[in-house]
Every structure is written in C-alpha cells, then in structure tokens.
C-alpha cells in the first residue's frame, strides 16, 4: 500500500495527460519516473510474430499463432499487478468493445502481455476470467489470452510497437504510459490508439482497417472513409474532402436517377388522341 502511495502522483499526471486527449502534447512538469514513457507511433512495421510466451493456460504459444486465422489483433502491454494505469487501461478497452457487435474470438482476437517477468499463468488465468466476465460476452473466452514471459521476449515486443517502460527498483513498480495497439493479419501494426478511452466508434473504425475489408457493413465502409485517426485528438475524425466527395457523388447520383426518370417518362408518353 505504502509504495503504491508513492507512486499515485506521476500515475495521475500520465492518466490526466492522456484522457485529456493530448498524447502529441507534452506535459510541463513530468516527474523524472515518467520521462522517456511516451509510446511512439509504430503504424506499418511488422510485430515479431515468432516470439513466445506462456498463456494461461500454461501453454506456450507464438504471437503469430493469433494472426493464422485472418483477423485483426489488438495487443495490450500491462502487467497484472499495476496499481491504477493498466486496470483503466483494460477497462477502457472492456467499455469500448461492449460498443460494438464484435466479439473477440470472431471477428478480431485479444492478447494482453505482461511486462513483469513475475506474473504468473495463474495470475493471467485469474486476469482473463475477470476482464471476460466483465465483457459479458462468454464467447471472448476462446479469442481473449493473457500472457507472460521472459523479460527479453516481452522487452523485443513491447519495442516492436513502440511502447516504453521502466522497472522502479525502489517501488517494485512499473512506470509506462497507456495505450492499445492494433495489428493486422500480416502482423503489422496497423493503428496505435492511445489512452484509457477507446470508444466503439474508434475502436469499430480500426478494426475495420486492420481487418483489410473483412470487417463492417457496405454503410459502415462508406462512413469509414469520411473519417481519419487524429493522433491530437485520439479519436477518429471527419475529413471534410472525403465528405465533400461523398456528397457530390450522391448528388451526380440523384440528378442523373432524376434525368433518367424523366427521359423514360417522356419517350414512354402516349400521344394525345384528337
């Protein structure tokens, strides 16, 4: 308890940063703990698909075991026993994901890696049943794995996608910043969303990216192209280009259905009979 008081104040300067929606903005004053912790944008490089971990199971596993079947991935660096940063983390994925019709295990897959090489299967075990009861969703059981490793294997990840972290001997504790990444069936990181917030619409919308057209409705395709991820604001947002190409595609649409209409009405008139 003590040293997680210690460590509550540099927790909360990261937490408000983020949830202010600045994560290309610098706080003033960040503690020395702290420094150095911003995730990096890593869109486009590959994950190394061969390292191994154990899951919760015991078993051990690849990363690239959960991208054989085609569906995008979202990958989240915790470690089980944090204090505050990654539980809101993973609750926020867990608010987000309830948003969609999307169940992980069909449509996309989950894997939350520990950084802390002292977490345990039995510890990711417990972890996983917790955040799969929260979900509500039972199925995301089969899609949703927790897993540990050696700190070698996990350090090479966590740089694959651009996410730092640092051992604090004198708290036992991990300083890191929040964030989720999702990545596609070739293994590259396709989006870094960043925070404790993932709403559905953001979450919906990078799925479908990753999922290279395999995911969403034709409606929900055409939306996605009226929108773009801003990494100041870390949300989606609408480009006004794309809307104006939209709105003038279905303009030439009406008045050509409209000309159309209107030549068939005449050619097919009756003429008057006197």
Not at 15 to 22: E, L, N, S
Request: net charge neutral; glycine share 8%; with cysteine.
């Amino acid at each position: 308890m003590r040293s997680f008081l210690r460590l509550l104040p540099p927790a909360l300067i990261l937490v408000a940063g983020f949830a202010a929606g600045a994560s290309a903005q610098r706080l003033d004053y960040q503690p020395p703990e702290t420094k150095g912790m911003e995730i990096e944008d890593h869109s486009g490089q590959t994950i190394p698909e061969d390292l191994e971990f154990t899951d919760e199971d015991g078993r051990t596993v690849r990363i690239g075991d959960y991208l054989e079947d085609g569906k995008p991935l979202v990958l989240q660096m915790v470690y089980f026993e944090c204090p505050m940063l990654c539980n809101l983390v993973l609750n926020g994925f867990v608010e987000g994901a309830k948003g969609i019709q999307w169940t992980p295990g069909k449509e996309y897959r989950v894997v939350t890696v520990s950084f802390d090489p002292k977490d345990t299967p039995e510890a990711a075990q417990a972890k996983k049943a917790n955040y799969v009861e929260s979900l509500g969703r039972p199925d995301a059981a089969e899609g949703w794995h927790f897993l540990v490793g050696d700190k070698d294997r996990v350090r090479a990840l966590a740089d694959a996608v651009g996410f730092p972290y640092r051992y604090l001997k004198d708290r036992d504790q991990f300083a890191h910043s929040a964030g989720i990444f999702v990545i596609d069936p070739e293994g590259r990181i396709s989006r870094t969303l960043y925070g404790i917030e993932f709403k559905p619409q953001d979450l919906r919308f990078s799925l479908m990216e990753a999922s290279k057209g395999r995911l969403g409705t034709p409606l929900q395709k055409l939306v996605l192209f009226c929108f773009h991820y801003d990494a100041s604001r870390n949300a989606y947002g609408l480009v006004a280009i794309n809307v104006m190409k939209i709105g003038g595609l279905v303009t030439v649409a009406a008045v050509g259905t409209l000309m159309a209409v209107l030549w068939y009405r005449e050619r097919h008139r009756r003429p008057k009979v006197v």
